[in-house]
């Protein structure tokens, strides 16, 4: 549900991170937080178990600057990717103008993958969306770990699994390292301003 | 073995303790009331404090006239209760129109009734001091009230479109910029008038208080 | 659904803030959606940040102690409040799609403010739908 403010010429719109546990959703916001901290100028909010696990959401405000005439602001969240949390999920899911869907690439993970995407789409149901309605981006994560000779399911796998229908833009990445999770994310805001765009005119 | 010891433990310890007023929850400072008459008036108040709503001041209001029964002997706190029950009733009356210090007015009147009757040592004359500062408290509540009253219905005159006939005493005021200058008959006049007939019975118990002390002197 | 507020509805909201609020001593106040997102505010000037990460916070907690009511058979719960020892803060729906949040310090009631709050969501839920 994104808000534009006529009166301070500002649009505000919400992108939620989601995907299985220990996926690297967090780790998407602490990486962008460290890389553009002097120039976002904000504090990243997170609330974590002691375990370090999301418990409910990480928050990172951005201020993309103007466009068009308008100050867009983005804001960042990141659901809990534990099984259990699912309420926590479907209450932070609320009023998602866009989703990026952070796969974890590990072989021993490709099951949690596909259950996570559906989760996400019976939890979007609950708001009476579906995943065709919403802007979304897939991110394969974790592509780093090739390196150290862990096994990865191939992004032709992870393709075929997740995004078959879907056919969204989707990125591989290492959210660790960097490698385009800055692109993961201009991708879904350029999306989901797009989106808006054309609900409002 | 181990959860047989436990549970005679357990048992014994109730038997022995069973006795034992209940646990009152604590409420901000209830617990070590007693069984002072002030109780229910305090636990009035902190349902006020959490809620305003015709049951919750009806409440209070009667535990107020209850009490000046009880304490007709004791000067000092009936002017205590004296005070608190017309800001009682203005609040239930005028509720969210209400002056926003008129609620932070009776919690200052009540606690300072609260130290004052329970206090073993404190001096007649300590007494009466502590009811004088609430008593100018409640003065100037009082003429705030009225001020704002004069201010609003300025504010209403300002914003009635259609000029009508003056209503009651409406002192010459400044000329607004673009408006009419008389009141709306209905709502200011009635406004005024409930006002009026609350400043009235105020100075009336307050009359009455001041006569009482003076006698008891 | 997206909402979009123009000028004067946006005006007249931070009116109603200012006067049914602000003006009796509550120190910030905020209108937020249900996504976090802050449609109004009026406060004592904190810097930005702050409210946009207490937006966040807020429709979580609100959200989180709204779908615990329904676990235990209740629609609604009729207060959400906490209270601190200088500053507390007071969550009220407006609608079923946005929130007020007020701050305040211990000159206020939270009777008399709950009062106030519920006088001004009157005022603003018409806004909102126009």
Redesign the interface.
């Known amino acids: 549900?994104?808000?534009?403010?006529?009166?301070?010429g500002e649009v505000?719109a919400?992108i939620v991170y989601y995907g299985p546990g220990r996926g690297g959703k967090t780790t998407n916001l602490e990486y962008l937080y460290r890389k553009f901290h002097d120039r976002i100028?904000?504090?990243m909010?997170t609330i974590k178990t002691h375990g370090d696990r999301t418990l409910?959401?990480d928050?990172l405000?951005i201020e993309i600057g103007k466009i068009k005439g308008f100050d867009i602001?983005i804001?960042l969240?990141t659901v809990p990717g534990q099984v259990k949390y699912d309420?926590?999920r479907?209450?932070?899911l609320?009023?998602?103008?866009g989703i990026v869907f952070v796969a974890d690439s590990l072989v021993i993970r490709r099951k949690e993958n596909v259950l996570s995407l559906k989760n996400l789409a019976d939890n979007l149901a609950t708001y009476r969306k579906s995943l065709v309605d919403v802007p979304i981006v897939l991110q394969y994560n974790k592509r780093d770990l090739e390196e150290e000779g862990i096994p990865l399911l191939s992004l032709a796998t992870l393709e075929k699994d997740l995004n078959t229908q879907l056919k969204a833009p989707s990125f591989a990445a290492s959210a660790q390292e960097g490698p385009n999770v800055v692109k993961t994310m201009k991708k879904i805001i350029v999306m989901t301003m797009d989106s808006?765009r054309r609900?409002?005119m | 073995m181990r959860n047989d010891f436990k549970s005679q433990v357990e048992s014994r310890l109730d038997d022995l303790f069973h006795d034992e007023e209940e646990i009152v929850k604590p409420t901000e400072g209830l617990g070590g009331f007693g069984d002072h008459p002030l109780k229910t008036l305090k636990a009035r108040l902190l349902s006020v404090e959490w809620e305003i709503n015709d049951s919750s001041m009806e409440g209070l209001i009667n535990e107020l006239k209850s009490l000046e029964g009880f304490y007709q002997g004791d000067k000092v706190i009936l002017g205590f209760l004296r005070l608190l029950r017309p800001v009682a009733r203005y609040i239930k009356v005028r509720k969210g129109k209400s002056h926003p210090k008129a609620t932070g007015l009776l919690n200052s009147v009540y606690n300072s009734l609260e130290r004052v009757a329970v206090s073993k040592n404190m001096s007649r004359k300590e007494k009466e001091k502590i009811l004088l500062q609430e008593m100018e408290k409640f003065k100037k509540l009082k003429e705030d009230v009225i001020r704002r009253r004069e201010e609003k219905k300025e504010v209403v005159e300002d914003a009635a479109a259609a000029p009508q006939p003056k209503s009651g005493a409406a002192p010459a005021q400044e000329p607004a910029p673009d408006s009419a200058t008389k009141p709306s008959q209905g709502v200011s006049a009635s406004a005024v008038e409930e006002i009026k007939e609350l400043i009235r019975e105020e100075f009336r118990a307050l009359r009455e208080e001041v006569r009482h002390w003076r006698d008891s002197r | 659904m997206n909402y979009v507020f123009n000028r004067e509805q946006i005006t007249a909201i931070e009116d109603i803030l200012e006067r049914d609020l602000m003006d009796l001593g509550v120190h910030s106040v905020f209108l937020i959606d249900m996504a976090g997102n802050i449609i109004a505010n009026k406060g004592t000037g904190e810097d930005q940040h702050d409210i946009y990460s207490l937006a966040a916070l807020a429709a979580g907690n609100f959200g989180a102690v709204s779908t615990m009511a329904k676990l235990i058979g209740e629609e609604e719960f009729s207060l959400l409040f906490h209270r601190g020892q200088k500053e507390s803060i007071h969550f009220s729906k407006v609608t079923n799609d946005f929130l007020l949040i007020s701050i305040f310090g211990k000159a206020l009631s939270l009777g008399f403010l709950r009062l106030k709050v519920a006088e001004a969501t009157d005022k603003i839920v018409p806004i909102l739908g126009s």
Not at chain 1, 94 to 97: H, K, L, P, Q, Y
């Open positions: 549900m994104a808000i534009v403010n006529l009166k301070k505000q919400k100028k904000t504090e909010v409910f959401f928050f405000p602001r804001q969240y309420a926590t479907r209450l932070v609320r009023g998602a103008d808006l609900d409002l």
